[in-house]
C-alpha cells in the first residue's frame, strides 16, 4: 500500500483553466514551464500524492501512434496533453501502477531546462526519462527526472527494432528510453530499453558500445555481454551494437542516458559521468548520440 510521500497521479495543464482543475483537486506543480521563451500557452507537469493510494512506479512518452499501441495494450494511462505544443511532433505522457519485481515506487520529479542542469540530478540519484519533451521544437532541451522509493540500479537493457514486441517488454517490467536511437537517420524505429533492480548484486556495472567488428571482438574478449539488435538497424550505417557487464567490483549502473545534444556531452564528461564515445549513428548522417552513465 503507497505511503503519503509517494506519486499517485500525474497531470498536464496546457491553459489556465486546466491549472485551475489542477490545483484544486490537490495536485502539485512542477515549475517549469515546458513552453518558455516561446510565447505560446503554458505548459506544466503537475502530480499527486494520496495516502492509501497505488504508487506510480513507471512514466513513458509517445510522439508517434506506434509508441502509444503498446502502452495502451500493457495498461498505461495516457495523459490525453499535447506537451509539445510550441512545434515538433505532438508529445504524450503515459504513466503505470507496476507490481513486478522491477517497479520501485516514484516519490519525486523534477525538470531539467538545461544541460548544466543534468549532472548533479544525475548524482543526486535521480533517473532521466529518455523522451526530450520538446522534441523537435527550437527551444530549451526539457527532461523529465524521477526519484524512486529505494536506491535502485540498472540490471538488464535490451534493444527493439520494430513495435511488436512492445507490450510484451512493458508486461516484463522493462522501462523504454523513448528517443530512436535511428533519429534523423532513416530505418527502423529503434529503442533501448532497461529493466530496474533494488538488488545491488544483479546490477550490471558497465556499458559500452561497437561500432565496427574489430571493435565487436575486443569488447567480447573483455567480457561484456551483446544486446543482439543493431542499433543502426535499417540504415545505411555501420552496425552498431550495445554491450554491458556484470562482473567485476565496479560501481553498479544506477542510470543509463541517451544524449542528443552535443553540449550535453560536453557537461557529462567534464562532471565525470561515464561517457561511451560511440556514435549510435556512426556512418549515417542522423543525429549523433551516445550512451552515459552513473
Not at 495523459?79 to 515506487?105: M, S
Not at 541517451?258 to 560536453?266: D, P, Q
Not at 559521468?273 to 552513465?293: C, D, P, R, T, W
Request: net charge negative; aromatic share 10%; charged share 25%.
Amino acid at each position: 500500500m503507497a505511503n503519503e510521500n509517494l506519486i499517485t497521479k500525474l497531470g498536464v495543464s496546457t491553459s489556465k483553466d486546466d491549472e485551475e482543475i489542477l490545483g484544486a483537486q490537490g495536485y502539485q506543480l512542477i515549475n517549469v514551464d515546458l513552453n518558455g521563451g516561446t510565447g505560446k500557452n503554458r505548459v506544466f507537469l503537475w502530480f499527486k500524492k494520496e495516502c492509501g493510494m497505488r504508487p506510480v512506479t513507471r512514466i513513458q512518452f509517445s510522439f508517434l501512434d506506434d509508441m502509444s499501441k503498446g502502452l495502451d495494450s500493457a495498461g498505461y494511462e495516457k495523459i490525453d496533453k499535447n506537451l509539445n505544443t510550441a512545434g515538433g511532433r505532438p508529445i504524450n505522457l503515459w504513466y503505470f501502477y507496476g507490481n513486478t519485481e522491477f517497479d520501485i515506487p516514484i516519490m519525486n520529479l523534477e525538470v531539467s531546462k538545461d544541460a548544466n542542469e543534468e549532472p548533479a540530478l544525475l548524482q543526486d540519484g535521480w533517473e532521466r526519462l529518455g523522451c526530450e519533451m520538446n522534441r523537435g521544437a527550437v527551444n530549451n532541451l526539457y527532461y523529465l527526472w524521477v526519484k524512486r522509493e529505494k536506491p535502485s540500479y540498472i540490471s538488464e537493457i535490451a534493444a527493439t527494432s520494430d513495435f511488436t514486441s512492445d507490450k510484451q517488454k512493458f508486461d516484463l517490467g522493462f522501462t523504454r528510453v523513448d528517443e530512436d536511437t535511428n533519429r534523423g537517420a532513416g530505418g527502423n524505429y529503434v529503442y533501448l530499453w532497461y529493466r530496474r533492480t533494488t538488488d545491488k548484486s544483479k546490477a550490471l556495472t558497465a556499458l559500452n558500445v561497437s561500432t565496427d567488428f574489430q571493435e565487436n571482438v575486443r569488447i567480447q574478449n573483455e567480457g561484456f555481454k551483446k544486446v543482439s539488435v543493431n542499433l543502426n538497424a535499417g540504415t545505411s550505417g555501420n552496425d552498431v551494437y550495445a554491450w554491458h557487464l556484470n562482473e567485476g567490483c565496479e560501481s553498479q549502473i544506477k542510470v543509463m542516458v541517451l544524449l542528443v545534444n552535443s553540449e550535453a556531452c560536453g557537461v557529462y564528461q567534464k562532471a565525470g559521468v561515464s561517457f561511451v564515445h560511440k556514435n549510435l549513428n556512426e556512418g549515417n548522417k542522423g543525429q549523433a548520440m551516445y550512451i552515459a552513465y552513473q
